[in-house]
T-cell receptor
């Protein structure tokens, strides 16, 4: 089944404790991206990757890191999480970018930073 | 940057009625997409309309695009309780790598 998976689905952590949210797709997609969703703010793009070893910042990249060492995986790293990073995070992938391509979303990761 | 703005923010209708949601955006686009999100879950792609298209249909969905007014509308005909969800429009620009979502319209369909 074609899908985007994220782990963990729920995470409660404390300020400053490094964490990684994994994202994996099995569709051989070139493009992957991360979003955060907050009430009243909608979805905002954090980072995206056009292909292996090629990443770029979205609208809200501060406090986040990403890497794309393999085509299928695009982990999101919070090296020193803060409470303002409490949010619902989504990973998405598509064949090649956003220009006219359907985005496939993962189920989401709900992160709480205390 | 947030480009699309959906209107209304919330919509409540009864089963069988039609639901219309609007999306306005600020700068020129190449494509506009609509997504559905059931509560707290991942977004699901509904339909994509290109800037040179004016209308597109998919099942009970009808999307229009007016580039002169920088607006799009999503019509769901003969709505069902299962259509209860949030609906987002998303626009892309020249880069082809950024997708800008609106804040969504929350649709409630009651039996």
């Amino acid at each position: 089944e074609a899908q985007v998976t994220q782990n963990p689905r729920y995470l409660i952590t404390v300020t400053g404790k490094k964490l990684t949210v994994t994202c994996s797709q099995n569709m051989n997609h070139e493009y992957m991206s991360w979003y955060r969703q907050d009430p009243g703010l909608g979805l905002r793009q954090i980072y995206y990757s056009m292909n292996v070893e090629v990443t770029d910042k979205g609208d809200v990249p501060e406090g986040y890191k990403v890497s794309r060492k393999e085509k299928r995986n695009f982990p999101l790293i919070l090296e020193s999480p803060s409470p303002n990073q409490t949010s619902l995070y989504f990973c998405a992938s598509s064949l090649a970018g956003t220009g006219g391509y359907e985005q496939y979303f993962g189920p989401g990761t709900r992160l709480t930073v205390t | 940057s947030q480009q699309g703005e959906e209107d209304p923010q919330a919509l409540s209708i009864q089963e069988g009625e039609n639901a219309t949601m609007n999306c306005s955006y600020k700068t020129s686009i190449n494509n506009l997409q609509w997504y559905r999100q059931n509560s707290g879950r991942g977004l699901v792609h509904l339909i994509l309309i290109r800037s040179n298209e004016r209308e597109k249909h998919s099942g009970r969905l009808r999307v229009t695009l007016d580039t002169s007014k920088k607006s799009s509308s999503l019509l769901i005909t003969a709505s069902r309780a299962a259509d209860t969800a949030s609906y987002f429009c998303a626009t892309d620009g020249d880069s082809g790598y950024a997708l800008n979502f609106g804040k969504g319209t929350s649709l409630l369909v009651t039996p």
